[in-house]
């Protein structure tokens, strides 16, 4: 890693996976005034691609510049990933529930872990092998999947859930090979740019822009475009630069933990024995995430510190 420190890498991501649990209370009033998953996937990126290449303009235009051949990673992460991932997010969303949608989103880890392996040839440790499956079950123990496992599951959630999970493995994937070149914002900049012209051309949000005279679906747009992403994204990005992509999506299963404690803090729901369980449970996955790394950096400190003091000798 480099000279940025571990516990700012570490909480950054962890943050970015907090403003992502938090998209429940703004695509709600959305599929309130009418508008459809995929509709709510084009208002999420069009605003978000508008504030951020405002934003770019205006301070950092500089690092708008990049290289021809790296729009391909741009494009797989804002097409394949971003696109088709909030799509099957959001309508697992609208037909089951949020704490469900978020469960299976986070099949997303698992697909990280292989796809690293095979493409990144990422080191698959045992400790990596039990972070995830601590995660995984604590995040069905923190949206009552388990103990009770008496939770329906229609089998076209199960599918799309499953399938969001891997377009999300995507954008670690797509993000990965690119993040060494350019900053968070301008990775997370131009795959929402792909992201905006592609549901421009597929979705009908054009269509639909008389809805936009209700005050409640612009707060709503610019939060989840504010909040929900720009920041999550640009968070999570910064930690994916300085992390393996496996271990930043694992740190990442904070998001279901946040989206629960919405709902707990400002929807009227009640958190139960088991979800505290579940809670500690994806802590502790994250801790062992970290204190690994924390372990290994300090190792090679003291193997530097030590070979500079033989130089000197």
Not at 187 to 206: A, N, P, V
Not at 242 to 256: D, F, G, Q, R, V
Not at 287 to 304: C, P, S
Request: proline residues 2%; glycine residues 8%; positive net charge.
């Amino acid at each position: 890693m480099e000279k940025t420190s571990n516990i700012k890498v570490y909480t950054m991501t962890i943050a970015g996976a907090a403003c992502w649990g938090l998209i429940g209370l703004f695509i709600a009033p959305l599929y309130d005034r009418g508008f459809t998953a995929w509709d709510v996937v084009a208002i999420r990126g069009i605003f978000t691609f508008v504030f951020l290449f405002l934003f770019m303009t205006l301070c950092c235009r500089d690092q708008l510049r990049t290289r021809l051949k790296d729009h391909l990673f741009f494009a797989g992460a804002g097409i394949f990933s971003i696109a088709f991932f909030n799509y099957f997010y959001f309508e697992a969303f609208s037909q089951s529930s949020l704490s469900l949608a978020v469960t299976l989103l986070y099949t997303g880890p698992l697909f990280v872990i292989v796809l690293s392996r095979l493409f990144f040839k990422e080191p698959l440790t045992i400790r990596k092998g039990l972070a995830l499956s601590l995660a995984i079950i604590g995040c069905a123990f923190v949206v009552g999947l388990l103990p009770l496992g008496q939770e329906s599951i229609p089998l076209s959630v199960l599918f799309m859930g499953i399938l969001s999970g891997f377009c999300y493995a995507l954008y670690s994937i797509f993000s990965k090979p690119v993040s060494k070149r350019y900053s968070a914002l301008t990775i997370t900049t131009y795959t929402f740019f792909y992201t905006s012209i592609f549901m421009l051309l597929t979705s009908d949000i054009l269509k639909k822009t008389d809805r936009f005279q209700y005050g409640d679906v612009w707060v709503s747009s610019i939060l989840l475009a504010l909040v929900a992403t720009v920041t999550a994204y640009l968070l999570y990005t910064f930690g994916l630069k300085h992390l393996e992509a496996s271990k930043a999506s694992i740190l990442a299963t904070m998001e279901p933990i946040v989206a629960v404690l919405t709902g707990v803090l400002f929807l009227g729901e009640s958190l139960q024995g088991w979800q505290m369980l579940g809670i500690v449970l994806v802590l502790y996955s994250a801790i062992l995430v970290a204190e690994r790394g924390t372990r290994t950096k300090t190792a090679i400190d003291i193997q530097n510190s030590d070979s500079s003091v033989g130089k000197n000798m």
